[in-house]
């Protein structure tokens, strides 16, 4: 298990509901593989540096996990394809 920071920028006009639904999606994934979650910290929504998909602002989420380096990866893979993510990174501490 290595600990990994997981930043998403969700889109804007997203309400609270749909990004806590969110947010226990990505949860449920990083559990199901045998990782944990150790903190989460919604920042809000903040103006980004430059437009992506035509959006100026976006909803940052910070999450702080652990989980296997192979399960990279496919979390990588899921976060790509879910339609209200507009940005995210995943980075090893």
Known sequence: MRNYEVI????????ENAVKGLLDRVQGWITTAGGSIDKVDQWGKRRMAYSIRKQREGQYVYIET????TFSA???RNLRLLEPVIR??????
Not at 8 to 15: A, F, G, K, R, T
Not at 88 to 93: H, N
């Open 88 to 93: 995210y990174s995943i980075i090893s501490v």
């Open 8 to 15: 998403l920028i969700v889109h804007p006009e997203l309400d």
């Open 66 to 69: 652990q989980f296997a380096p």
């Open 74 to 76: 496919e979390l990588e």
